[in-house]
């Protein structure tokens, strides 16, 4: 297994602004993905980070709202520009890769829980 | 593409007595991987078991069992010997062969244990 750590764990933004979340893995790993979850619903699969290149969005998702970093293979951010109420939700970092998720599951960290006024 | 569809919203059960979560899917992958996952109150996801689409015998971890009946594209989880600790929400899960192996989920199932 691996210990995945988000933060912060919660916040509450104002309108317009911008926050970004960090991701930390204790391990090296392939894969990293971000899910968000809206409140009472299931997870939605916002992008997987890719090491050293450009994210890759799942529809309805776009780089300028979202916009991801992966500077190594530990680490991952996912900033959320210009927030609006429609994103509050809570956002899942997530891992898989060599000596984890060896049948393909994922590891999830705690989430960010962002409210947005 | 790719579905998973959880038809229950919420399940309610009496302690120690079995549960069954429902759980079907679509794909034209012929190979692909099916999950289980709980998510309580607190809010983690936490992997409970996995089925291969090429796995012979159903999966078994603990009280959690997989009922896999491949011809009609259903993997339904079974807790048996409920606990007040298994209230919480179960998602099913599928990954394909493609598309950078990521999950997607289904609705989720809220189940409640009662005493």
């Known amino acids: 297994s691996a210990v995945i750590s988000q933060k912060p764990s919660r916040d509450i933004c104002q309108r317009g602004t911008s926050l970004t979340i960090q991701c930390q893995v204790d391990?090296?790993?392939?894969?990293m993905f971000w899910y968000r979850q809206q409140p009472g619903q299931s997870l939605t699969l916002i992008a997987t980070a890719n090491q050293g290149s450009e994210a890759t969005y799942e529809s309805g998702f776009v780089i300028d709202k979202f916009p991801i970093s992966r500077p190594n293979l530990t680490f991952s951010t996912l900033t959320v520009s210009n927030m609006s109420p429609e994103d509050s939700s809570i956002y899942l970092c997530?891992?898989?890769?060599?000596?984890?998720?060896?049948?393909?599951?994922?590891?999830f960290g705690e989430g960010s829980r962002l409210t947005v006024l | 593409a790719q579905k998973i569809t959880q038809t229950q919203p919420g399940m309610f059960v009496q302690e120690k007595e079995a549960v069954t979560l429902d759980c079907t899917y679509d794909?034209?992958?012929?190979?692909?991987?099916l999950f289980w996952y709980k998510q309580p109150s607190s809010g983690e996801m936490i992997f409970l078991i996995y089925?291969?689409?090429?796995?012979?015998q159903n999966a078994t971890e603990g009280r959690y069992s997989l009922n896999f009946q491949k011809a009609r594209k259903s993997a339904n989880l079974v807790i048996s010997a409920s606990q007040l600790g298994d209230s919480a929400m179960y998602f099913c899960a599928m990954r394909g062969s493609g598309g950078y192996n990521k999950l997607i989920f289904g609705a989720g199932t809220r189940l409640a244990v009662h005493p």
């Open positions: 794909t034209s992958d012929p190979s692909y991987g």
């Open positions: 391990s090296q790993v392939t894969m």
């Open positions: 089925q291969g689409s090429y796995d012979q």
């Open positions: 997530s891992a898989r890769g060599p000596g984890i998720g060896s049948i393909g599951e994922l590891f």
